[in-house]
């Protein structure tokens, strides 16, 4: 199974004013294309640098950071912005949809910057709306949607680029109980029709939805660890959050 992640001794330093303070400290990892691996750690552990480092939003200060066998260090920020459109799905704990825009209009962002035809965008939004379960709700604005499913818009937005990559920083953290087990539940599906997912969680029965949980602390890795992943009952309805 190839490589999609390749991490060898990163390191990130920020400086501030004169101190220097380290997030990351000499990680190494690597995930294999169509894993499903969670990354956990207490406040300042580096869970969030590294999550920022593995979507060429931030550079290490020194290491080897490979995506798909091309070294991240070695890229322009245009280039930068190009994997980061084109290869690399994001979904954030606040959503980031645009309050005046609907369903649709959100999801197909990506795609106009790609500069995407409106009759390709229309084909491809509709299937990702479609994939999250919302196909009857494109026509509808963020606040005439629950969380659950304006968290299904934000993840249908990540996937409309058949990215490579889907990364998901605390992704239930605003949501109930009920409607984040859907959402990972969502996440489950997806990673068996082929999806590699990486997320950041603090919760332990978050993770517990993954195949792999790699664990930091200090800015290293204290443990890296496959499991048997928990399972929703079949009768949870996708769209009903």
């Not at 501030?16 to 990680?27: F, R, T």
């Not at 290491?63 to 994997?83: F, P």
């Not at 979904?91 to 369903?103: D, S």
């Not at 299904?152 to 239930?172: F, G, Q």
């Amino acid at each position: 199974m190839s490589k999609i992640i390749q991490l060898e001794a990163i390191s990130k330093i920020y400086e501030i004013g004169d101190i220097k303070v380290p997030a990351l400290n000499g990680v190494d990892m690597e995930i294999d294309e169509g894993e499903y691996v969670s990354i956990m750690g207490p406040s300042g552990s580096g869970k969030s640098t590294l999550m920022n480092l593995i979507g060429c939003l931030d550079t290490p200060t020194s290491g080897t950071y490979l995506l798909t066998s091309e070294n991240v260090g070695e890229m322009t920020d245009n280039e930068l912005a190009d994997i980061r459109n084109r290869r690399i799905g994001f979904v954030f704990q606040t959503f980031n949809l645009l309050p005046r825009a609907n369903a649709f209009h959100n999801v197909e962002l990506p795609l106009i910057y790609a500069g995407m035809s409106k009759d390709d965008r229309q084909e491809k939004v509709e299937y990702a709306l479609e994939k999250v379960g919302l196909q009857d709700r494109m026509k509808h604005k963020p606040n005439e949607l629950s969380g659950g499913q304006r968290q299904r818009v934000a993840v249908a937005r990540a996937l409309v680029n058949d990215p490579s990559l889907l990364l998901a920083d605390e992704p239930t953290g605003n949501l109930d109980s009920a409607t984040s087990y859907e959402i990972m539940d969502l996440f489950g599906k997806l990673h068996s029709s082929g999806n590699t997912i990486v997320l950041v969680t603090h919760e332990e029965d978050i993770a517990a939805y993954s195949h792999r949980v790699v664990r930091l602390l200090d800015g290293r890795i204290s443990s890296d660890e496959k499991q048997e992943p928990r399972r929703i009952a079949s009768s949870t309805v996708i769209a009903s959050a």
